[in-house]
C-alpha cells in the first residue's frame, strides 16, 4: 500500500484560502487515483474531491465544486487540494485517500492520518 502525509492545515478567518498537500510513498502513485475526505466532528464523512491517476478527470462535492480544486503532480508523488472562499462549514479534519476510492459510501484503499482545517466566522 502507498503511505499518505497530509500538511497544510490550520486556523484561518472566512473567506481565507488554504492548500492541502498529500505526499505519498510510492513511486507507482502516478497509478493511483487520488482523493480527499473530510469529517467534521459529529458528522459522517463527506466526499470532497477525487483525481483519476492520469489527472484528466477530476470530481467534486456540490458543497466545494467552484472553490475547492484538485490537482496532482506525479513527478512529485503528491497530491494538492486548493481551498477558497473557506467557510466554517468547511471545518473539519481532512484526510487524503488514494487507490480504489468509493465516493457514495466513503471507502478507500489506503488513507492519510489527517490534517485539521479550522475556518473561524
Known amino acids: 500500500q502507498v503511505q499518505l502525509v497530509e500538511s497544510g492545515g490550520g486556523l484561518v478567518q472566512t473567506g481565507a484560502s488554504l492548500r492541502l498537500n498529500c505526499a505519498a510513498s510510492?513511486?507507482?502513485?502516478?497509478?493511483?487515483?487520488m482523493g480527499w475526505f473530510r469529517q467534521a466532528p459529529g458528522k459522517e464523512r463527506e466526499f470532497v474531491a477525487h483525481?483519476?491517476?492520469?489527472?484528466?478527470?477530476?470530481a467534486y462535492a456540490e458543497s466545494v465544486k467552484g472553490r475547492f480544486t484538485i490537482s496532482r503532480d506525479n513527478a512529485k508523488n503528491t497530491v494538492y487540494l486548493q481551498m477558497n472562499s473557506l467557510t466554517p462549514e468547511d471545518t473539519a479534519v481532512y484526510h487524503c485517500?488514494?487507490?480504489?476510492?468509493?465516493?457514495?459510501?466513503?471507502?478507500?484503499?489506503?488513507w492519510g492520518q489527517g490534517t485539521q482545517v479550522t475556518v473561524s466566522s
Open positions: 483525481i483519476m491517476w492520469s489527472g484528466g478527470r477530476t
Open positions: 510510492r513511486r507507482t502513485f502516478s497509478n493511483y487515483d
Open positions: 485517500v488514494a487507490g480504489l476510492i468509493d465516493t457514495t459510501t466513503g471507502r478507500a484503499t489506503c
